[in-house]
């Protein structure tokens, strides 16, 4: 725009650029969560408390229409690491056809404002909403980018020390559980996080 061109990140991410048109505005995160009229339901925050901080995964607002096979392997990645996961599915249609293992809750939303800081990795597709809460969260990262600004979000992830990435077309389980595993027993992740 001629008059104003908004930046929707955090100077955390990145600072004005010598090469960004002169009227540009960093604003920092766009952070959205729905309504708080809409209360989390009871099986959520009923299994938050009765346990260990799980791993969350979640695709943001519009990559769970694509999901594919990234609950499964999520499952399987926490399974062979004894963790528990809360899987927020979006839809319905990314639940798993089997029933789900102990320790393992989904949901199709829950507010990132409250699940984020009560996680012990955040496993997430680098959207910049869902970059900016999981910073806000101070939780460690893996970040699982599919395509327009989430690879650039991923690497400056990488580049403050608070995550790990991992290319959409490798989220294999045995990948999944090294990086992961790198998460939880590098204590400068959580550190920087």
């Not at 991410?13 to 766009?30: C, H, K, M, W």
């Not at 339901?41 to 694509?66: A, H, N, R």
């Not at 409250?114 to 680098?126: E, F, N």
Request: with cysteine; charged share 20%; proline share 9%.
């Amino acid at each position: 725009s001629p008059t104003l061109v908004l930046a929707l990140f955090s100077k955390v991410l990145a600072e004005l650029q010598p090469d960004f048109p002169a009227n540009t505005l960093v604003t920092g995160f766009p952070f959205y969560d729905r309504s708080d009229a809409q209360q989390p339901p009871s099986e959520l925050l009923k299994f938050l408390d009765e346990g260990e901080p799980p791993i969350l995964f979640t695709l943001g607002s519009s990559l769970v229409w694509i999901a594919q096979d990234f609950y499964r392997v999520s499952i399987e990645a926490a399974q062979r690491l004894g963790k528990r996961a809360l899987l927020l599915i979006g839809d319905k249609r990314n639940l798993p056809q089997t029933k789900l293992p102990d320790g393992i809750a989904a949901f199709d939303y829950a507010p990132h404002r409250l699940v984020m800081p009560r996680a012990s990795v955040i496993v997430h597709q680098g959207g910049i909403g869902t970059t900016g809460q999981a910073l806000r969260a101070g939780r460690p990262m893996l970040v699982i980018p599919f395509g327009q600004d989430q690879p650039d979000n991923a690497r400056r992830c990488v580049r403050l020390g608070v995550g790990r990435t991992l290319p959409w077309r490798r989220y294999t389980t045995p990948r999944v559980v090294h990086e992961l595993s790198r998460l939880f027993n590098e204590p400068a992740y959580s550190e920087h996080a």
